[in-house]
Nanobody, 117 residues
Framework: QVQLVESGGGLVQPGGSLRLSCLAS????????MSWYRQAPGKEREVVAA????????NYADSVKGRFTISRDNAKNTVYLQMNSLKPEDTAVYYC??????????WGQGTQVTVSS
């Protein structure tokens, strides 16, 4: 069955970096676009980044553009989110998603990112 398992979250100081990973299984990973979204307590969820199946096109939320990079390694069934210049407002649970067209059909369990001094 489809499974998405996020890892790499943790506590980091403002200005620091983290790389999140999402290991996918149960489907042909290279056939699907993938994305990351985040949700913080008391805030609306926000789509952070998305990437096409072959990795040729990426999109980013304005709030993270220039700081975050989404990438994928189809040979490893893994999508990544490199997060640089982290700010306290980046604190959230980050979720990996499988996309079918404009729709998200599967979600991972999430990984907590906390940016604090």
């Amino acid at each position: 069955q489809v499974q998405l398992v996020e890892s790499g979250g943790g506590l980091v100081q403002p200005g620091g970096s983290l790389r999140l990973s999402c290991l996918a299984s149960g489907f042909i990973f290279s056939s699907y676009a993938m994305s990351w979204y985040r949700q913080a307590p008391g805030k609306e969820r926000e789509v952070v980044a998305a990437i096409t199946a072959a990795g040729g096109v990426t999109n980013y939320a304005d709030s993270v553009k220039g700081r975050f990079t989404i990438s994928r390694d189809n040979a490893k069934n893994t999508v990544y989110l490199q997060m640089n210049s982290l700010k306290p407002e980046d604190t959230a649970v980050y979720y990996c998603n499988r996309r079918v067209g404009a729709r998200i059909d599967y979600w991972g369990q999430g990984t907590q990112v906390t940016v604090s001094s």
